[in-house]
């Protein structure tokens, strides 16, 4: 039998508030919903055309504000904190990751990488903040500062390459 935190809820389909919060459904996959999460977030950053840095802050601030909104109103009506279907998160923080980073699919690989190893094995900060936020405000906030560690690592790289 599987713990209300693990079974993906029928709501998702039917609720799009649920629907957003896990990714598009991409939440709903039986192993790796933050992976996969992440992976439906780095193909819709491809496919997004190229924005300025602007541009890039703008959908960062939106898609975290609303995720904030999202995350804590489908945690609340699943009475789960953090299910792990709820990907949204993974979305602004890969989207974080992708900031001011260079353009092409080895980069977007690369910062799938760098967020994943982050999100998975939260050191400090992410994993106090991820003990102590609660609500839509602490589902989001971990990935965010998975998001802004990774995009450090990313921009450390382009520098130190030759």
Not at 5 to 33: K, M
Not at 130 to 138: A, S, T
Request: aromatic share 12%; glycine share 12%.
């Amino acid at each position: 039998m599987t713990s209300p935190a693990t079974r993906t809820p029928q709501s998702i389909w039917r609720n799009p508030v649920h629907f957003l919060a896990f990714g598009f459904g991409s939440g709903a996959v039986p192993r790796g919903p933050g992976t996969a999460g992440t992976a439906v977030a780095m193909l819709i950053y491809l496919a997004l055309p190229p924005m300025t840095p602007l541009a890039h802050a703008a959908l960062i601030v939106g898609s975290f504000l609303l995720g904030v909104w999202l995350c804590g109103k489908t945690a609340s009506d699943l009475g789960v904190h953090d299910h792990g279907g709820i990907v949204w998160d993974e979305f602004v923080g890969y989207w974080i990751t992708m900031f001011l980073a260079p353009a092409g699919w080895s980069w977007a690989l690369i910062g799938f990488g760098l967020f994943r190893v982050l999100d998975i094995f939260k050191p400090w900060p992410i994993k106090w903040v991820d003990r102590q936020v609660k609500g839509g405000m602490g589902i989001m906030l971990d990935d965010v500062l998975a998001g802004i560690m990774s995009a450090l690592c990313i921009q450390a790289i382009v520098v130190l390459l030759p």
